[in-house]
């Protein structure tokens, strides 16, 4: 398979981080906000989009639990400081829309001058097709995560596969409907590869290979949840590295997705970081 090379076990500039071992010290928490001003001076983070006052609550409350969930379940040896960059700080790569955006009441119950949500799931039905990469704002459905976000792909123009995290044999397929019935109070943003014939190309790859060899119903493909460092082993798996091996061994000989040597994390913030320029997924819309 042919792949764009530009070396191993190498980092992707802001975007895939591979973890060093750096001890964590005891005052890792000390001084948080300068990595705000850190990530704003590099133009990761928009102070237009993410306060520094928001961020800041949304560090301690949301970011630093799912931390210490990294480090019992992943890797004690990784630093806060370390965790944050491989989770884009908060923040999407393209976008820099914050992932940990909440739907506000109004946004969750409209009044009647805005779309209600049963508009916005059907909406969701109607744009969405074969091959498009679904990324959830917000906690997950099931507590805190070691990593901020979630991401799915559309397996086929009416099905979500998906790893939601929680234990063995994970991986799931659902009607398209009824997945976003289920996430409707979050937003869920859509990105899209513009090369149609290569979408549905990856769409069946990750049908055949993380749900069932033969595309039918049944699932005969059993994978366990779990977070670590071999990006490209295919079980156990976590939800944004499903969707990436599914690009990188889904494409065939097409340059779609960099690479990164054999050991890295890549999670839903700093996903589309990991395609090449040709074939990065546009943002399509929020739902």
Known sequence: MKKLKIGTLISLVGALVLLTGVSASADEFTNVG???????????????????????????????????????????????????????????SDTKQPILQEKTKEEQNPNPYLRSEQDNINRFCRDTKAGDILVIYGNTQHGISSMLGHAAILSADGFVLEMPGGGRDNNRQWNKRDWISSHIKEWTAVYRVSNNNLARQVAHYADTHFYSTTGGYTKNIHLDYGIDFRIKRINPNYCSKLVWQAYYYGSGSLPVIRETGDAAIIPPANLFSSFTSSYTPKYIGKY
């Open 34 to 92: 300068s990595l705000y001003d850190k990530a704003v001076s590099e133009n990761i983070i928009d102070p237009g989009l993410y306060s520094k006052n928001q961020w800041e609550k949304d560090e301690s409350t949301k970011m630093r639990p799912s931390y210490e969930v990294f480090k019992k379940e992943v890797s004690e040896e990784t630093s806060y400081a370390e965790w944050l960059k491989l989770n884009n700080y908060g923040v999407m």
